[in-house]
C-alpha cells in the first residue's frame, strides 16, 4: 500500500526527472557540476560503468506513467550505448550495470527485439570474461586476477540471458562466481570486502585490496550495499539458501551501521572519525536492496528490513533531497570514493536511479531488473 510520503515523494521524482530531460537533450549525466550535468560519455567515455543508470530511471518511469517522453529519451540512451559494444574498447563486466537498465528494460517494457539481442550480446561479453580455474568473472581487463564486489549486480544479467534461452551456461557461470564472492570477499560479521585478488593462472586466491574505501580491511559502504542487493537477487534467481543467508547477514550490518549515525550511511563504516563523509549512494542502494530482500522472505520476516529501508530513505532525503527544478540532481551526498575527496558528497545518479527504484517498490510497481 502506498502512503502518502511514497506518493509524494514519487511525484515530485518524476516532476524533476521531466526537467532534467529537457535541459539534457539526449547528453548522460552523472555528477552534476555547478547544479548541472554534462555529459558524462564525452568526459569518462563510452564504456563508463554508470552511463546506463539515466536509461533505467527513464524506463522506470515510463513503465510507472505511460508517458512517452520518458521511453523516447530512453531509447537514445541505449541507442547512443551501442558506441561502447562496437569499439568494445574498455568493455568489463559492469555491462550489466550498463544494460540491464537500458536494453534489457527495454526489451521488458516493450519486447523490442533489437533491444533482446543487445541484451544477450552483453550478457555473452559478460561470460566470456570467466576464469575456468578460479571460478570467477574477471572484473577489469588491466587485472586478469581481480574480481569486485561491485560485480554481484551485473551477474544478473547472466541469470536473465537463461531465463530467457533455456541455456543454463549462464546461470552456471553466474553461480559459480556469487560461491567465489561468498567465500573470498564476504567476511563473518557481515562486511565485505572491496577486490579479491587471485592468481588469473592458477585461480589461486591472493588477498583481498582495498578499492573505493579506505582499506583492504575496512568496510566501504557502496561495496555492502551492492553485496546486500546482489546476493539477495542472486537467491531470487536461483533460490539457494546459501545466498539468503548471505544477503541477511550483509542486512543486517549495514542496518546496525546505519543507526550509529541516523540512519545515514558513512562512505566507509570503519573510516577515520574525521572527517565525517556520508554516502548517499550506498543508503538508496541498500533501501532498494533491503525491499527486494523483504519481497522474498515470509510475511512475517519482511518488517524489520522494510522499515529499515524507509528509515534510510526519509532519512537521507530529509538531509539530502534537492527538489529544485531548476538544478539537476535529486539526491545530494554520495561519495565516489574514499580517495577522490573532490567527490565527497555529491548527486551521483545512481542515488537518483536507486531512489526512484526504492519508491517504485514501496509502490508496488517497479520494473525488477535484478
Ligand atoms: N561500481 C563502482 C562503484 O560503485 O563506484
Ligand atoms: N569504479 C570506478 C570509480 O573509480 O569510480
Not at 536473465?160 to 553466474?174: N, Y
Not at 542487493?229 to 548471505?246: D, S
Not at 550483509?250 to 549515525?261: E, G, M, P, R
Amino acid at each position: 500500500m502506498t502512503t502518502d510520503w511514497v506518493a509524494q515523494y514519487l511525484e515530485q521524482f518524476i516532476k524533476k526527472v521531466a526537467r532534467e530531460n529537457d535541459r539534457l537533450a539526449g547528453k548522460t549525466p552523472y555528477i552534476p557540476y555547478d547544479g548541472f550535468y554534462s555529459d558524462v560519455m564525452i568526459e569518462r567515455g563510452y564504456d563508463w560503468w554508470a552511463n546506463g543508470f539515466w536509461g533505467g530511471i527513464l524506463w522506470q518511469l515510463f513503465n510507472a506513467t505511460d508517458q512517452d517522453q520518458f521511453r523516447e529519451a530512453a531509447i537514445i540512451q541505449e541507442k547512443r550505448l551501442d558506441r561502447a559494444l562496437y569499439e568494445f574498447k574498455d568493455i568489463h563486466h559492469d555491462v550489466g550495470f550498463m544494460w540491464l537498465l537500458t536494453a534489457v528494460a527495454h526489451y521488458q517494457v516493450t519486447g523490442d527485439e533489437q533491444a533482446y539481442r543487445t541484451g544477450l550480446h552483453a550478457a555473452s561479453l559478460l561470460a566470456g570474461r570467466f576464469n575456468i580455474e578460479g571460478n570467477f568473472l574477471v572484473s577489469w581487463n588491466d587485472h586478469p586476477g581481480w574480481v569486485i564486489i561491485d560485480s554481484m549486480m551485473n551477474i544478473q544479467l547472466l541469470y536473465w540471458a537463461s531465463e530467457q534461452t533455456g541455456d543454463p551456461r549462464f546461470a552456471k557461470l553466474a553461480t559459480r562466481h556469487a560461491q567465489t564472492v561468498a567465500k573470498y570477499l564476504v567476511r563473518p560479521d557481515g562486511s565485505v570486502g572491496h577486490i579479491a585478488s587471485f592468481n588469473p593462472d592458477t585461480g589461486a586466491f591472493l588477498t583481498q585490496l582495498a578499492g573505493q574505501g579506505v582499506s583492504a580491511e575496512s568496510a566501504w559502504s557502496r561495496g555492502n550495499a551492492w553485496a546486500l542487493y546482489g546476493f539477495a537477487a542472486t537467491y531470487r534467481h536461483t533460490r539457494q539458501l546459501e545466498f539468503l543467508t548471505i544477503a541477511k547477514r550483509v542486512a543486517d550490518y549495514f542496518i546496525q551501521q546505519c543507526q550509529l549515525t541516523n540512519d545515514i550511511p558513512l562512505a566507509d563504516f570503519r573510516a577515520p572519525k574525521v572527517p565525517q563523509i556520508f554516502d548517499t549512494s550506498a543508503g538508496m542502494i541498500a533501501a532498494a536492496g533491503l525491499l527486494a530482500l523483504a519481497e522474498l522472505l515470509p510475511k512475517s520476516q519482511q518488517a524489520p528490513y522494510r522499515q529499515a529501508a524507509i528509515k534510510i530513505i526519509q532519512a537521507i532525503v530529509g538531509r539530502y533531497g534537492n527538489w529544485q527544478l531548476t538544478e539537476d540532481g535529486i539526491i545530494g551526498g554520495g561519495t565516489e570514493a574514499y580517495y577522490r575527496p573532490a567527490t565527497y558528497e555529491v548527486p551521483l545518479i545512481y542515488a537518483d536511479y536507486f531512489f526512484g527504484e526504492a519508491l517504485l517498490r514501496l509502490k508496488g510497481n517497479a520494473l525488477i531488473l535484478w
